[in-house]
C-alpha cells in the first residue's frame, strides 16, 4: 500500500488513540476491581467466539486486490454483503499460549504473511500501520509508525508480541519523486485479542477495562533492537525463551531474566551479571584465530572481539562470561 493511502486513511478517522491514562471520574481515580485471570479468560473467549460467529469479512474483495492489499481494503460486518463475504470464524486460526500462569486461546486471520526475508522478533522495532476496535467494532485507536518513528514491540500489549513476529515485512518498497513510499506485498492481518493479552483491568482511556480486542496492521519493515547497546539483541536476553521480560510477582526477578537480580531485566542492563565489566566489554573473542594479536599465545582472547558476548567463556563452566560473576575479564 502507499503512503497516500496512508494520509487518506489517517484523515478519515477522528478519534486516534493517544493516551495511557487509566480511567477517571469526575470525583477522582475509578478503582478497578482485579478479576480471576481464568474466569475471564473464559468469558473474554465465549464473546470472542461469538464475534467471530457473526461477523463476516470481504474475502472476495481482498483476493481480487491480492499482492498489493492493506488495511484500508478490510472490512468487517455484520451484514453478509454477498457470497464473497465469508464468516471471520471460518477463516481464523486459532492459537494458545501460557501467560500469566493462564492459558489463553487467541484468533488470528492470516490475510498475507508477507513477502519479505524478514519477520521481526517480540523485542524488535516495526514499521507498521494498524487499527484497534472493540467488539462492537467501534474504533479507539489508529496509528501510523513511521520508519523515522518505528513501534518497540519490547513496549506493547503482549499478544502483539505474540502475533506480529508470525508475519513478514513487505517484499518491496519504492520511494517516489514525492517522497511517499509505496509498497508491495506487506504483512497484513488481523488479531482477535482476550482481554489478559490485552490490557486486561489496566485499560487506557477509550478502552473499558477487560476488553477483549481487534486490530488490523500491516507490516512493511522491521528492524534489530539491542535496547542496552551492549552487543546483544534483545531478543537473546529473554534466557528462558518465553518472550517476555516481565517482573515476576512471586520471585524478585525479571521473569528469568535479570541475572543479577538489581531489578532491571537483562535486555535492559549493560552489566548482565553484575560483575562490574560491562557486557560489551566481556566480548573477548577474537574474529581472526589465526592471528595472536595481544602475544599471550592464545589465538581466541585477543581483546578486539567479534561482537558476541555470549561465546567468551572464560573458566569453561558453560556459561558465558557475560553471565558469570565469576569470569570478570574485560577486553580493556
Same mark, same amino acid.
Given at each position: 500500500?502507499?503512503?497516500?493511502?496512508?494520509?487518506?486513511?489517517?484523515?478519515?478517522?477522528?478519534?486516534?488513540?493517544?493516551?495511557?491514562?487509566?480511567?477517571?471520574?469526575?470525583?477522582?481515580?475509578?478503582?478497578?476491581?482485579?478479576?480471576?485471570?481464568?474466569?475471564?479468560?473464559?468469558?473474554?473467549?465465549?464473546?470472542? *467466539?461469538?464475534?467471530?460467529?457473526?461477523?463476516?469479512?470481504?474475502?472476495?474483495?481482498?483476493?481480487?486486490?491480492?499482492?498489493?492489499?492493506?488495511?484500508?481494503?478490510?472490512?468487517?460486518?455484520? *451484514?453478509?454483503?454477498?457470497?464473497?463475504?465469508?464468516?471471520?470464524?471460518?477463516?481464523?486460526?486459532?492459537?494458545?499460549?501460557?501467560?500469566?500462569? !493462564?492459558?489463553?486461546?487467541?484468533?488470528?486471520?492470516?490475510?498475507?504473511?508477507?513477502?519479505?526475508?524478514?519477520?521481526? !522478533?517480540?523485542?524488535?522495532?516495526?514499521?507498521?500501520?494498524?487499527?484497534?476496535?472493540?467488539?462492537?467494532?467501534?474504533?479507539?485507536?489508529?496509528?501510523?509508525?513511521?520508519?523515522?518513528?518505528?513501534?518497540?514491540?519490547?513496549?506493547?500489549?503482549?499478544?502483539?508480541?505474540?502475533?506480529?513476529?508470525?508475519?513478514?515485512?513487505?517484499?518491496?518498497?519504492?520511494?517516489?519523486?514525492?517522497?511517499?513510499?509505496?509498497?508491495?506485498?506487506?504483512?497484513?492481518?488481523?488479531?482477535?485479542?482476550?482481554?489478559?493479552?490485552?490490557?486486561?483491568? &489496566?485499560?487506557?482511556?477509550?478502552?473499558?477495562?477487560?476488553? +477483549?480486542?481487534?486490530?488490523?496492521?500491516?507490516?512493511?519493515?522491521?528492524?534489530?533492537?539491542?535496547?542496552?547497546?551492549?552487543?546483544?539483541?534483545?531478543?537473546?536476553?529473554?534466557?528462558?525463551?518465553?518472550?517476555?521480560?516481565?517482573?515476576?510477582?512471586?520471585?524478585?526477578?525479571?521473569?528469568?531474566?535479570?541475572?543479577?537480580?538489581? &531489578? !532491571?531485566?537483562?535486555?535492559?542492563?549493560?552489566?548482565?551479571?553484575?560483575?562490574?565489566?560491562?557486557?560489551?566489554?566481556?566480548?573477548?573473542?577474537? !574474529?581472526?584465530?589465526?592471528?595472536?594479536?595481544?602475544?599471550?599465545?592464545?589465538?581466541?582472547?585477543?581483546?578486539?572481539?567479534? &561482537?558476541?558476548?555470549?561465546?567468551?567463556?572464560?573458566?569453561?563452566?558453560? *556459561? +558465558?562470561?557475560?553471565?558469570?560473576?565469576?569470569?570478570?575479564?574485560?577486553?580493556?
Amino acid at each position: 500500500m502507499s503512503l497516500r493511502k496512508i494520509g487518506f486513511f489517517i484523515l478519515s478517522f477522528v478519534l486516534v488513540f493517544s493516551s495511557c491514562k487509566k480511567d477517571d471520574s469526575v470525583a477522582g481515580t475509578v478503582t478497578i476491581e482485579i478479576r480471576d485471570r481464568e474466569e475471564q479468560q473464559l468469558a473474554d473467549n465465549d464473546s470472542l *467466539i461469538d464475534y467471530l460467529g457473526t461477523y463476516y469479512y470481504n474475502a472476495g474483495e481482498l483476493a481480487e486486490i491480492g499482492l498489493d492489499a492493506g488495511i484500508q481494503d478490510i472490512i468487517i460486518s455484520e *451484514i453478509k454483503v454477498d457470497d464473497e463475504y465469508q464468516l471471520l470464524m471460518d477463516n481464523v486460526v486459532k492459537e494458545s499460549v501460557t501467560y500469566e500462569d !493462564t492459558v489463553y486461546d487467541y484468533y488470528v486471520l492470516e490475510l498475507n504473511l508477507g513477502g519479505g526475508i524478514e519477520s521481526p !522478533t517480540f523485542a524488535d522495532t516495526v514499521q507498521i500501520l494498524y487499527e484497534g476496535t472493540l467488539l462492537d467494532n467501534s474504533v479507539f485507536d489508529f496509528k501510523f509508525f513511521p520508519d523515522d518513528n518505528p513501534l518497540d514491540l519490547a513496549g506493547v500489549i503482549t499478544g502483539w508480541r505474540r502475533v506480529i513476529p508470525n508475519f513478514n515485512v513487505a517484499e518491496s518498497f519504492v520511494i517516489n519523486d514525492d517522497g511517499l513510499v509505496d509498497y508491495f506485498n506487506s504483512g497484513l492481518g488481523i488479531m482477535f485479542l482476550p482481554s489478559g493479552l490485552a490490557y486486561f483491568s &489496566g485499560a487506557p482511556t477509550g478502552i473499558p477495562s477487560y476488553s +477483549p480486542l481487534v486490530f488490523k496492521f500491516e507490516l512493511l519493515r522491521t528492524g534489530e533492537n539491542d535496547h542496552d547497546g551492549d552487543g546483544i539483541p534483545s531478543y537473546l536476553e529473554d534466557l528462558n525463551g518465553d518472550g517476555e521480560f516481565l517482573l515476576n510477582s512471586d520471585v524478585d526477578t525479571m521473569d528469568g531474566d535479570d541475572t543479577d537480580n538489581d &531489578g !532491571t531485566p537483562n535486555y535492559f542492563d549493560a552489566d548482565d551479571d553484575g560483575d562490574g565489566v560491562l557486557t560489551i566489554n566481556e566480548d573477548l573473542e577474537d !574474529t581472526d584465530l589465526s592471528v595472536d594479536s595481544d602475544g599471550d599465545g592464545d589465538f581466541t582472547n585477543d581483546k578486539n572481539g567479534d &561482537g558476541d558476548p555470549t561465546n567468551d567463556d572464560t573458566d569453561g563452566d558453560g *556459561i +558465558p562470561n557475560y553471565l558469570d560473576p565469576d569470569d570478570k575479564i574485560s577486553k580493556l
